[in-house]
Antibody
Framework: EVQLVESGGGLIQPGGSLRLSCAASGFIVGNNYMSWVRQAPGKGLEWVSVIYSGGSTYYADSVKGRFTISRDNSKNTLYLQMNSLRVEETAVYYC??????????WGQGTTVTVSS | SYELTQSPSVSVSPGQTARITCSADALPKQYAYWYQQKPGQAPVVVIYKDSERPSGIPERFSGSSSGTTVTLTISGVQAEDEADYYCQTVHTSGTYVLFGGGTKLTVL
């Protein structure tokens, strides 16, 4: 079964760091475009970052320089390292597969709460 | 900056046709994608590349494009279609992804 399972969310103080993981099954992360998308409480979807199958990475302006997307092909897992977190980045963070044919597989999301 | 604009809400009665639009700004439009999101659930793609329907998505969902506006049409709306719908595109540079603000579809 094709599946994505996020983990690593939690409560973190402003300015803190957190690393999210997204474990894939049923397909190879390294052969796909993989994105992180977040959704603040009661708000819409916001794209965060993408890693291309070739390894290129891109970020939303709001997180550039603070977040890093990466993958471990041996673990078939996608990551999002988040540094200098801000209160307004409290959200459910989703990982998703795909890009040019749409994001066709999504995880269930992991909740990040940035609060003092 | 490049933006996708959606109307905040659409209301229709069961059996009617719902049309949800998404407008890009003056920059050339790339393919559009549509996602359905129900409360507490992850989004699901219902249309990709403007008008393609993934397997498992009911035929009542269709997409079209005209100029810099794309439209998601749901024919014969059912109560289960009540959800938030988001359009999405990839910038021509391939370096960033945009989502529209979302449209809440209410089935009366």
């Amino acid at each position: 079964e094709v599946q994505l399972v996020e983990s690593g969310g939690g409560l973190i103080q402003p300015g803190g760091s957190l690393r999210l993981s997204c474990a894939a099954s049923g397909f190879i992360v390294g052969n796909n475009y993989m994105s992180w998308v977040r959704q603040a409480p009661g708000k819409g979807l916001e794209w965060v970052s993408v890693i291309y199958s070739g390894g290129s990475t891109y970020y939303a302006d709001s997180v550039k320089g603070r977040f890093t997307i990466s993958r471990d092909n041996s673990k078939n897992t996608l990551y999002l390292q988040m540094n200098s977190l801000r209160v307004e980045e409290t959200a459910v963070y989703y990982c998703a597969r795909g890009l040019w044919d749409g994001m066709d597989v999504w995880g269930q999301g992991t909740t990040v709460t940035v609060s003092s | 900056s490049y933006e996708l604009t959606q109307s905040p809400s659409v209301s229709v009665s069961p059996g009617q046709t719902a049309r949800i639009t998404c407008s890009a700004d003056a920059l050339p439009k790339q393919y559009a994608y549509w996602y359905q999101q129900k409360p507490g659930q992850a989004p699901v793609v219902v249309i990709y590349k403007d008008s393609e329907r993934p397997s498992g998505i009911p035929e009542r969902f269709s997409g079209s494009s005209s100029g810099t506006t794309v439209t998601l049409t749901i024919s014969g709306v059912q109560a289960e279609d009540e959800a938030d719908y988001y359009c999405q595109t990839v910038h021509t540079s391939g370096t960033y992804v945009l989502f529209g603000g979302g449209t809440k579809l209410t089935v009366l």
